[in-house]
């Protein structure tokens, strides 16, 4: 099976203050170490723009798509990226931009564990993460017919396709403390994450 990634960048950082894909973060910018990562386990991948969104320089094998209206949120995102994969990939992990702590190793064990299903995506502390799913990408159809029908919460996917929920104890091997799971949202958040990188 091809799997490819698609990493989100074109939400509007409203409560950050600032636009997180262009947040340096360990000697690179947040969206290039997030493209940097999936790359090493799943190729290709496509980065997911808001129109007119200006972009961190990234390999030129990436190729940046746009959402076709903006403000709509994941499943807006989720849609340009896998209808840029037809032909390419099977399925694909579906990323934020905005989670510097993102392993291979997760990203791996989440591919491996999606099985026959249409979706494997991480329910931890009660909530499920679709921005850290494996999207097979014959889900399109579906998504772009929720988005037709204003039905953008990610949950509406799940329930309408075969969805394998990935629980805790699947993945706290690969990564203890689900810090893959870790988006940064305001600029506190963005701090500790930098004086976590710091301290190691």
């Known amino acids: 099976m091809r799997i490819g990634g698609i990493v989100l960048c074109g939400g509007r950082s409203s409560r950050m203050g600032r636009p997180k894909a262009w947040l340096p973060f360990g000697g690179e910018l947040m969206l290039q170490r997030v493209v940097r990562v999936l790359r090493e386990v799943v190729e290709p991948v496509v980065a997911v723009a808001a129109p007119g969104q200006d972009v961190p320089p990234l ?18 995102g ?8 037809q032909g390419k990939a099977d399925a694909a992990y579906l990323s934020s931009c905005d989670v510097p702590f993102l392993t291979p190793g997760f990203v791996r064990r989440m591919v491996g564990l999606l099985g026959g299903a249409s979706i494997a995506v991480p329910k931890v502390g009660d909530y499920h ?3 850290a799913a494996v999207y097979r990408v014959s889900v399109l159809p579906v998504v772009r017919d929720l988005l037709a029908a204003d039905r953008l919460r990610p949950v509406f996917l799940f329930d309408a396709v075969p969805t394998r929920v990935v629980g805790p104890d699947e993945l706290a091997d690969v990564d203890p ?4 799971l870790r988006n940064l949202n305001t600029p506190e958040d963005y701090e500790a994450a930098l004086r976590e990188l710091a301290a190691g």
Do not use: I, T
Request: charged fraction near 25%; glycine fraction near 10%.
């Open 59 to 76: 390999p030129a094998d990436v190729e940046v798509v746009r959402d076709e209206v903006e403000g709509r949120g994941p499943l807006q």
């Open 78 to 85: 989720l849609a340009a990226g896998l209808a840029a994969l």
């Open 129 to 131: 993460h679709p921005l």
């Open 177 to 180: 403390h689900f810090r893959s």
